[in-house]
């Protein structure tokens, strides 16, 4: 059964530091979604991409956050530098989208916990 | 912001029990969803309810939407250890061609074995 995939799956930095992660969504998907998840909350959206565009950007912090998709595949997040309230899970997530014709279910990968000192 | 807010935030059962877990929601959508996640895991999408819908069914799962109260539940049936996981709603909104989903905080599931 295809998966969305995730590196690396734990990070610990200093603050300061930059930090990346990567996500290889299900083939075929064409929206790809970045979230971050803070211990005890649900999961709120940082970027979302369709196909090698940024469509929501909007709770993005610009200033530390970049995140690309330059062939439409895989993705990465970066982070500099590093806060210590950065420290969360952050989740990739793909879906076919509408344009692909399929349904609203989004594939979450397993995550990457990033601890922040 | 997060838009789902469910309740109870935490709820502990006998194995074999049914678990009731409640959304509510404070703007329109166009369908709802429910994850389940393990700990320290991923999210795994558990079922879709449309705004134009009332009730869904999945195996032991029976969704229910209340577009009028801005609300839904979530009923598991005959629970089991392994359903131990945090349950979240999320409601779905079109906008355009994108697509985009709001998280609640979710509700800790435990069941006793």
Not at chain 1, 16 to 39: E, K, M, N
Not at chain 2, 75 to 98: Q, W
């Amino acid at each position: 059964e295809a998966e969305v995939a995730q590196s690396p799956r734990y990070k610990i930095t200093e603050k300061s530091q930059a930090v990346a992660f990567w996500c290889d969504p299900i083939s075929g998907h064409a929206t790809l979604y970045w979230y971050r998840q803070i211990l005890g909350q649900g999961p709120e959206l940082l970027v979302q991409f369709q196909d090698e565009s940024v469509v929501d950007d909007s709770q993005l912090p610009k200033d530390r956050f970049s995140a690309e998709r330059l062939k439409g595949v895989d993705s990465t997040l970066k982070i500099q530098p590093a806060e210590l309230g950065d420290s969360a899970m952050y989740l990739c997530a793909s879906s076919l989208g509408l344009a692909g014709g399929g349904g609203n279910e989004q594939f979450f990968g397993p995550g990457t916990r990033l601890t922040v000192l | 912001s997060q838009q789902g807010e469910e309740d109870p935030q935490a709820l502990s059962i006998q194995e074999g029990e049914n678990a009731t877990m409640n959304c509510s929601y404070k703007t329109s959508i166009n369908n709802l969803q429910w994850y389940r996640q393990n700990s320290g895991r991923g999210l795994v999408h558990l079922i879709l309810i449309r705004s134009n819908e009332r009730e869904k069914h999945s195996g032991r799962l029976r969704v229910t939407l209340d577009t009028s109260k801005k609300s839904s539940s979530l009923l598991i049936t005959a629970s089991r250890a392994a359903d131990t996981a945090s349950y979240f709603c999320a409601t779905g909104l079109i906008g355009g061609s994108n697509y985009k989903l709001t998280f609640g905080k979710g509700t800790l599931l435990t069941v006793n074995p």
